[in-house]
């Protein structure tokens, strides 16, 4: 089974500093992964996505993420954090599903928040 | 926002009674994807359908069960309610197997 893991479940940054959220990966074949963010009593928005090609992937609202492939790792990041990105941040992989489907696994989130 | 809606917004229920939930998928998709996030928890995936069809299903009981209907949009009904079944319930559209987009979500308490 695919899974991705969030190992922090809260990170602190001061705004105007870089801020990363770590995710880790276990899959077999080419990973299909992804950024979501989730605001209180709101759904998920997406953010970004690692389908193939350039290890480093821009996504909305100046946030990137660096695919590694050694480290199974796909780190969000972003260069200067602001308030308004305080959230619970979410890794997932998609993988395919009996009957033709695919299906999101998400990690267990990352409660990020930027402070004054 | 993304043209993903739920309707309604919050619910509550007793134990044992059943429950249908909405989606209205965005212009364009055609497949729409449940999941159930329970407080302090990530999305669980409960099924998929693809042009009026399930087409995966995850790790829930059949009382869980669903209908895509020719608009594209989707129901989820759930039976025999248990306080368990207390959660955010997302709604996804996508075009295929490309990018999921959610809506706000519904907020089920069983009671």
């Known amino acids: 089974a695919q899974s991705v893991a969030q190992p922090e479940d809260q990170v602190n940054v001061a705004e105007g500093n870089p801020l990363t959220v770590k995710c880790t990966y276990s899959?077999?074949?080419?990973?299909?992964l992804f950024w979501y963010v989730q605001y209180p009593n709101r759904g998920l928005q997406f953010l970004l996505k690692?389908?193939?090609?350039?290890?480093l992937v821009k996504g909305s609202y100046g946030f990137e993420a660096e695919f590694n492939k050694s480290q199974t790792s796909f780190h969000l990041k972003k260069p200067s954090a602001l308030v308004s990105d305080s959230a619970l941040y979410f890794c997932?992989?998609?993988?395919?599903?009996?009957?033709?489907?695919?299906?999101?696994?998400f990690g267990t989130g990352t409660q990020l928040k930027v402070e004054l | 926002e993304t043209g993903v809606t739920q309707s309604p917004t919050h619910l509550i229920k007793t134990r044992g009674q059943q429950v249908t939930l909405r989606c209205s998928s965005q212009?364009?998709?055609?497949?729409v994807s449940w999941y159930q996030q329970a407080l302090g928890q990530g999305p669980q995936f409960i099924f998929q359908y693809y042009r009026e069809e399930e087409n995966g299903r995850g790790n829930f009981p059949p009382r869980f069960s669903g209908l895509q209907f020719p608009n594209y949009s989707s129901e989820l009904n759930v039976n025999a309610l248990e306080l368990d079944d207390s959660a955010l319930y997302l709604c996804?559209?996508?075009?295929?197997?490309?990018?999921?987009?959610f809506g706000a979500g519904t907020r089920l308490s069983v009671l």
């Open positions: 690692y389908i193939t090609g350039d290890n």
């Open positions: 899959v077999s074949g080419n990973p299909y």
């Open positions: 996804a559209s996508s075009s295929a197997k490309n990018i999921q987009y």
């Open positions: 212009s364009g998709h055609n497949t």
């Open positions: 997932a992989v998609s993988q395919a599903v009996t009957g033709g489907g695919n299906k999101l696994t």
